[in-house]
């Protein structure tokens, strides 16, 4: 519950759990065991061998990424290269809950759509994790996760790209023409494998010092 409330109370606004008035605190722990029990978690991955790249893009088999920034961060890998991608969901009843609680109080849905964001980011972390640790990934290092959306991965077409290649459908999770997907609290992602890994993202390299999902680590 302290990881939780912490992360949440960051997310609307306080520098920690324990900066919240004691009165709001205990509403806000009160809507994320509510939440807790909205979790309906579901994921799909897939991987694939990376069989071309040039400096705009990374092709694997079903799937190619439009990146030239992410095409140049294999310029810091050691082949060969693997595609790890995968997409993950909260479930419907997340976004239902959220949507109602909008009609009875706009600080339960703001503090709901909050826990939300941070339990998919959470959930995304443990299946990088999971998949990371298997045995077939064992002799491989792996780039961070990245998304649609982020860097200079375009989200609509990313998204297609990904949906293509993975049909998530079949957990229940679909894409707006938009690139936004439905249920609102799932996520998409790639992670590059490769023998060695000397940098991860290529913020290492990229010169846009503003940019807010700038990582150094």
């Not at 694939?48 to 095409?71: F, M, N």
């Not at 600080?107 to 998919?120: L, N």
């Not at 290649?165 to 998409?188: D, H, Q, R």
Request: with cysteine.
């Amino acid at each position: 519950m302290d990881y939780l409330l912490s992360h949440v109370a960051q997310k609307v606004g306080y520098p920690s759990g324990e900066t919240i008035p004691e009165d709001k605190k205990k509403k806000v722990q009160s809507i994320i065991e509510k939440g807790l029990t909205c979790i309906e978690t579901r994921y799909i991955y897939k991987a694939t061998p990376v069989v071309s790249r040039d400096s705009l893009s990374i092709s694997g088999k079903g799937i190619v990424i439009e990146s030239p920034k992410w095409a140049t961060l294999l310029n810091h890998m050691q082949a060969p290269f693997i595609l790890y991608c995968f997409t993950l969901t909260l479930g419907k009843k997340m976004d239902e809950v959220i949507q109602a609680s909008q009609e009875t109080s706009l600080f339960e849905a703001f503090v709901m759509d909050a826990f939300g964001s941070v339990i998919t980011e959470y959930e995304a972390d443990q299946l990088a994790h999971y998949l990371t640790g298997r045995p077939e990934a064992q002799l491989y290092e792996f780039s961070r996760r990245f998304s649609p959306g982020y860097c200079d991965w375009k989200l609509q077409p990313g998204q297609d790209r990904l949906f293509h290649f993975l049909k998530p459908e079949a957990i229940g999770l679909t894409c707006l023409s938009s690139g936004a997907m439905v249920p609102v609290k799932s996520i998409s992602a790639v992670m590059i494998a490769a023998r060695k890994v000397k940098k991860t993202s290529p913020c290492f390299f990229c010169n846009e010092d503003a940019c807010a999902h700038r990582r150094w680590k």
